[in-house]
């Protein structure tokens, strides 16, 4: 069993900038691919972006390249994903997920599932 823990949300103005956590516990961290996702009020959840175990792999939306960077550090058990340039429609609840399978993570279909933490862009 993996539990995550979604930190670092908030309110923010337009322009600026968030860095989101995702803290793991209760069993290894190394092995498991890991994710984020945003679901926005009235509307589905939708892919962020996506990093394998060791880091060397990554895959972000459309919506996000050049603007989200997804990293994380094994040796806390924790990913993150740092936010630039935000934009009012990057309101969301923000959800980190995780799965030993990069693609499974990417599709969304992951076995562990964290709990969200609110973005709230302003313009």
């Known amino acids: 069993q993996v539990h995550l823990v979604e930190s670092g949300g908030g309110l923010v103005q337009a322009g600026g900038s968030l860095r989101l956590s995702c803290a793991a516990s209760?069993?290894?961290?190394?092995?498991?691919?890991m994710g984020w996702f945003r679901q926005a009020p009235g509307k589905e959840r939708q892919f962020v972006a996506a990093?394998?175990?060791?880091?060397?792999?990554?895959k972000y939306a459309d919506s996000v390249k050049g603007r989200f960077t997804i990293s994380r550090d094994n040796a806390k058990n924790t990913a993150y994903l740092q936010m630039n340039s935000l934009k009012p429609e990057d309101t969301a609840v923000y959800y980190c997920a995780a799965d030993l399978g990069f693609m499974s993570v990417v599709r969304a279909t992951c076995d562990y599932w964290g709990q969200g933490t609110q973005v709230i862009v302003s313009s």
């Open positions: 209760g069993r290894t961290f190394s092995g498991y691919a």
């Open positions: 990093i394998s175990w060791s880091g060397g792999e990554k």
